[in-house]
């Protein structure tokens, strides 16, 4: 994202140990290490347990209370909504969404080693695996584990460049945020699209140049702010949540009665609020329930169409659930048998 380090990457992708539930299964172990030891390790087991129940309930509740109101007809209508064309180009703008992100993780380990295409890919595609079958995103921790089996990098670099990544993702979803949110004036919108833009171009060396007249601010934020990606990264974040988003909002859109009044905006809106449930701490399985929700909330609808409006974001979620686990899969296949389309992408190709 020497020698040694090339032999490392090699065998990575040599191996039938670099089958997708042999990485996950390894991210469990590793979460599972990290929670065991102290006391107060054993009680934040107990609580992210508890979390994890609250989110199953949560999100059965959820489903029991839609399914009640909403029959396999009507889901299956919900389904038929969206033409068939429009599911396969939802699919290829979703998984466009892995190759900013591999484009990205190329970027960030350059620093450290040429990374190929196919390693950049590979990471991203187990990592959002485990990030999604894991609970409470415990997933998270298989960054690190992967990043040192396929570029020889310590538990520092790793944990450094994740935060990076992560604050990257989350100030630019906040930004997207203040753009999209419902109810907020167009004025107030353009202005925060013009600071989103104007941050992203902002030079690098101007932004150091101001920590560097801030001693304290420096040295809090010299964790995440380790200057190694390219300026560049700011834009494949920024295009890897506008396309999540609209491709989620063009579904939901697309999905939901004219009689419920979904605005394109509206649909905008509650993509987000998907985005951004996924935040929260307390998570049913792969965010169900929970993303639900959030997608109802903020798109502002009524409290009797949250039903029908559920059952179409839980559909929306679940395409967009076996599209990433779906090409994780099918990557973990092919490389598992030797075949050569994993192995020989152009990584030249992956450079913006």
């Excluded at 990575?12 to 172990?29: K, N, V």
């Excluded at 004036?185 to 932004?207: E, G, N």
């Excluded at 990557?331 to 192995?343: E, F, K, R």
């Amino acid at each position: 994202m020497d020698a040694a380090v090339g032999r490392s990457g090699h065998d990575f992708g040599a191996h039938d140990d670099h089958s997708m539930g042999a990485h996950i299964g390894r991210i469990e172990m590793a979460t599972a290490i990290g929670m065991t030891g102290s006391s107060a390790k054993h009680s934040s087991v107990h609580f992210k347990a508890m979390a994890l129940l609250t989110g199953f309930v949560l999100a059965l509740a959820l489903l029991a209370w839609a399914s009640a109101k909403l029959n396999a007809d009507e889901l299956f209508i919900l389904w038929r909504a969206v033409p068939f064309w429009g599911w396969v180009t939802a699919a290829l703008m979703w998984s466009c969404t892995f190759f900013l992100r591999a484009v990205r993780l190329r970027q960030e380990w350059r620093w450290k080693r040429q990374v190929r295409g196919s390693q950049a890919m590979r990471l991203v595609l187990f990592h959002n695996a485990a990030v999604l079958l894991t609970p409470l995103r415990a997933g998270e921790l298989g960054y690190p584990l992967l990043v040192r089996q396929m570029f020889g990098a310590s538990w520092q670099e790793a944990m450094h460049s994740l935060m990076w990544l992560r604050l990257q993702d989350l100030m630019v979803l906040g930004l997207l945020a203040l753009i999209l949110w419902p109810g907020l004036p167009l004025t107030w919108r353009v202005l925060f699209a013009i600071f989103l833009c104007s941050a992203l171009l902002v030079p690098r060396k101007l932004i150091l140049k101001l920590l560097t007249h801030r001693p304290s601010w420096s040295a809090k934020l010299s964790p995440f702010l380790h200057g190694r990606s390219r300026h560049s990264g700011w834009w494949l974040s920024l295009g890897n949540w506008a396309i999540k988003i609209a491709v989620v909002a063009s579904l939901l859109h697309a999905m939901t009665p004219e009689v419920m009044g979904l605005s394109h905006q509206r649909a905008l809106a509650g993509a987000l609020g998907g985005e951004l449930a996924a935040l929260l701490p307390v998570q049913g399985p792969a965010g169900l329930g929970t993303y639900e929700a959030g997608v109802w909330l903020l798109s502002g609808l009524p409290l009797d169409s949250a039903p029908i409006f559920g059952m179409a974001a839980l559909l929306v979620h679940g395409f967009c659930l076996a599209v990433s686990l779906g090409l994780a899969g099918l990557y973990a296949v092919l490389a598992a048998w030797g075949q050569p389309g994993p192995h020989k992408i152009d990584t030249e190709r992956l450079d913006p």
